[in-house]
């Protein structure tokens, strides 16, 4: 057993108020009519999503919306593509629309973008809630990508607008442009980062260096969750990815440690507290 172990948690980790928004929407009317439907899941975190299900959310596919009437259903920060708000329509289904404000201004402009006729390519991960949302702003016309290699054998337009996934690295975006333009194309660089969230790089591997060892906490889908787990990663290669305290052992650690607690933007705090508890409990 470790002894005399000095924990200490993030307090810029935690949800990104994107997040908070959605989640303070949901409770406020699973405690009105205890129930409510989701689109999706509403968080990329398992824990908090349990939380929320006892006391009533229900988690729904696109494919089950069709068959949905006269209900309220959440739309979580993500964003939607407009065939969900069709759907909606033709089914009287309330949408309740907590799209991160965020995203609905990143999909605005690519939808006039697209209706101006520019050729779109979107740096993000394939498959994501938010990426799905925002290529259907262009009828699904747009070039995704996650990595520029995947651009290698493909026939791009002379010149395009270059937009990217609200919570991808900063640094990364304006390296695509660049190798872009340097391959010869005109690029029209739209930067939709969020700050909150690339803020957090910077701040997270200064909190990262200042500890022996870092416990990382994130759902195993949050994409935001990989990005800043490598960012401490890098600083502190004494950093352990974690999703639930249960995946913590007294083992990890040694006497006198000092351990940082942090997470991703989808990651409540109260889970980071869940952690710190365990491991003080050692």
Known sequence: MAK??????????????????????????LDQQGYLYCLGDIVHNDEEVARLKAKGLRIIAHGDLQGLQNEKVLIRAHGEAPETYKIALENN???????????????????????????????????????????????????VFQDIDELDNVELPPSFTLYSQTTKSVDRFYAIKDELIRRGYQVKANDTICRQVS??????????????KI???????????????????????????????????????????TVGVC????????????????????
């Open 93 to 143: 289904i309330t949408l309740i629309d907590a799209s991160c404000p965020v995203v609905l201004k990143l999909q605005n402009r690519i939808k006039t973008s697209h209706d101006d006729r520019e050729k779109i390519l979107i740096f993000g991960k394939h498959g994501h809630a938010e990426v799905i949302g925002l290529s259907g702003q262009t009828n699904n016309e747009a070039i």
């Open 263 to 282: 997470g991703a933007t989808s990651t409540p705090m109260w889970l980071m507290k869940k952690v710190k508890e365990t491991i003080e409990s050692y």
């Open 4 to 29: 005399n172990l000095q924990v200490t948690i993030d307090k810029e980790s935690g949800f990104c108020f994107g997040v908070v928004y959605a989640i303070d929407m949901a409770e406020e009317i």
């Open 199 to 212: 803020n957090r790089y910077e701040d997270l591997g200064t909190f990262a260096q200042q500890y022996d």
């Open 215 to 257: 416990i990382f906490v994130s759902g195993k889908k949050s994409s935001n969750g990989k990005v800043l787990f490598d960012v401490c990663r890098q600083v502190n290669p004494n950093t352990v990815f974690i999703s639930d305290p249960a995946e913590l052992e007294p083992g990890l650690f040694s006497d006198n440690q």
